[in-house]
């Protein structure tokens, strides 16, 4: 199975920024889809970026314009970059992908303070 280790997380004021990174186990073409889900207290997990398999980026509505995904293949990297953080984006961060099985990482906390 695929092995995710994210790190990046921590503690933020509103209007800050974060990078999530997101390390993965096998080359990254081998994955159809990579990217990021985040889960808040009380809430279900959501999607909040990811790459298809065709490569293309699709993002949540409240986290565009804010939120950028990026990958670095070489290094089997995959990146959240969150700017404007708001409270509302307070969850835990999973990284996510498919290789003929879901596979998560053990997720990263990012706190938002207003």
């Known amino acids: 199975q695929v092995q995710l280790v994210e790190s990046g997380g921590g503690l933020v004021q509103a209007g800050g920024s974060l990078r999530l990174s997101c390390a993965a186990s096998?080359?990254?073409?081998?994955?159809?889809?990579i990217g990021w889900y985040r889960q808040a207290p009380g809430k279900q997990r959501e999607l909040v970026a990811i790459?298809?398999?065709?490569?293309?980026?699709n993002y949540a509505g409240s986290v565009k314009g804010r939120f950028t995904i990026s990958r670095d293949n070489g290094k089997r990297m995959v990146y959240l970059q969150m700017n404007s953080l708001a409270p509302e984006d307070t969850a835990v961060y999973y990284c996510?992908?498919?290789?003929?099985?879901?596979?998560w990482g053990q997720g990263t906390q990012v706190t938002v303070s207003s």
């Open positions: 996510y992908a498919w290789a003929r099985v879901d596979c």
């Open positions: 096998v080359g990254l073409f081998s994955l159809n889809t």
């Open positions: 790459f298809s398999s065709t490569g293309s980026t």
